[in-house]
């Protein structure tokens, strides 16, 4: 398996662009995060989704950002309209099924998404 | 509060050094807990991971938690150049993982 595959690896756009950021999980996934890096704040999780419906949404920032898995093997993050502040790295990550336990933490991240807001 | 405390760094030893790297975290209800390792410019890969409190060997790698201080450490014996890289402790609540913000690791030849 090519391991999760995300695009653009880097983008740079102007203040009130839209964003959109793809991610490809592992093949057998279900689960799937988007998380997003800064020096300032570190690895901060947006949202997740367990058989392409979101489960946890909390860590959105605002309603310029939105997320969706229409399908197993796609999902897209959504800027929009995207500003300086949005500027991190976006890693898009898939964790395989768990039989009866709480999952141990196994997350099988992308290389990322480089995003600078101009 | 953040729910997971880590000192970024930089931490700089040479070849050869034994490496400390500390986490501490607030909730005690967390009771796994991974250390993920990133190079530079790469996602983060898991390194090693450990149930409740205890030690876990894997060659090099030594994952330690104490669960009565909430403290989590990662030795690292005999470092390497290759070593270098920036190192995540992380835990679970739910089906979420909590990171810490991570400490970069210079291993010097």
């Known amino acids: 398996d090519a391991g999760v595959i995300q695009s653009p690896r880097h983008e740079v756009t102007e203040m009130g662009q839209e964003v959109t950021l793809r991610c490809k999980p592992i093949?057998?996934?279900?689960?799937l995060f988007w998380y997003r890096q800064t020096m300032m704040r570190g690895l901060e999780l947006l949202i997740y989704?367990?058989?392409?419906?979101?489960?946890?949404d909390s860590g959105m920032p605002e309603d310029r950002f939105s997320a969706k898995m229409p399908n197993a093997s796609f999902s897209t993050l959504k800027i929009q309209p995207s500003e300086p502040r949005d500027s991190a790295v976006y890693f898009c990550?898939?964790?395989?099924?768990?039989?009866?336990?709480?999952?141990?933490?196994?997350?099988?991240f992308g290389e990322g998404s480089r995003l600078t807001v101009l | 509060q953040k729910e997971v405390e880590q000192d970024p760094g930089p931490l700089s030893v040479p070849e050869g050094a034994i490496v400390s790297l500390n986490c501490t975290y607030s909730?005690?209800?967390?009771?796994?807990f991974m250390w993920y390792r990133q190079y530079s410019r790469k996602g983060p890969e898991l390194l090693m991971y450990?149930?409740?409190?205890g030690n876990k060997e894997d060659g090099r790698f030594t994952a330690q938690v104490d669960k009565s201080s909430k403290y989590i450490s990662l030795f690292i014996r005999d470092s390497q150049p290759s070593d270098s890289a920036t190192y995540l402790c992380?835990?679970?609540?739910?089906?979420?993982?909590?990171f810490g913000s991570g400490t970069r690791l210079l291993v010097r030849p």
């Open positions: 909730n005690s209800a967390f009771q796994y």
């Open positions: 093949s057998g996934h279900d689960y």
């Open positions: 989704f367990n058989n392409n419906v979101p489960i946890d």
């Open positions: 992380a835990t679970t609540s739910s089906y979420k993982l909590i």
């Open positions: 450990t149930y409740s409190s």
């Open positions: 990550a898939s964790s395989a099924p768990w039989q009866g336990s709480p999952n141990t933490g196994e997350l099988f």
